[in-house]
């Protein structure tokens, strides 16, 4: 599957997280027929649609929409030193070898 697209991307995050259509349509509080229009491109969400898309599984606005092609995690909302815990895991991370 092609993840460049609005519609993909929101399938897939559903997917990423084992959510049915109607599953997925009420943690955004829309309609499980509003989710499938969604993912196969007949219908874009609304603005408040994809602010509760992007805070409910944690990702960005713009990653949805197909504008940065990295998911990404806000930490925006954590203290300071949560924020620097957070960094230093994904820097630690980062050296880990597979």
């Given at each position: 599957m092609?993840k460049?697209?609005?519609?993909?991307?929101?399938?897939a995050?559903r997917?990423?997280?084992?959510?049915?259509l109607?599953?997925f349509?009420?943690?955004l509080?829309v309609?499980?027929s509003a989710v499938?229009?969604?993912?196969?491109?007949?219908?874009?969400?609304?603005l408040a649609?994809?602010y509760?898309m992007a805070a409910?599984f944690?990702?960005?606005?713009?990653?949805?929409?197909?504008?940065?092609?990295?998911?990404?995690?806000?930490?925006?909302h954590l203290?300071?030193?949560?924020?620097?815990?957070?960094r230093?895991?994904?820097?630690?991370?980062g050296?880990?070898?597979?």
């Open positions: 092609d460049n697209s609005m519609a993909d991307r929101i399938r995050l997917e990423e997280n084992g959510l049915s109607s599953e349509g009420k943690k509080e309609t499980k499938h229009a969604y993912e196969i491109g007949l219908n874009v969400p609304t649609v994809l509760k409910e944690h990702v960005s606005i713009d990653y949805l929409a197909g504008i940065k092609q990295e998911n990404s995690l806000d930490i925006g203290t300071a030193k949560q924020r620097q815990f957070v230093q895991m994904v820097g630690y991370l050296t880990v070898k597979e």
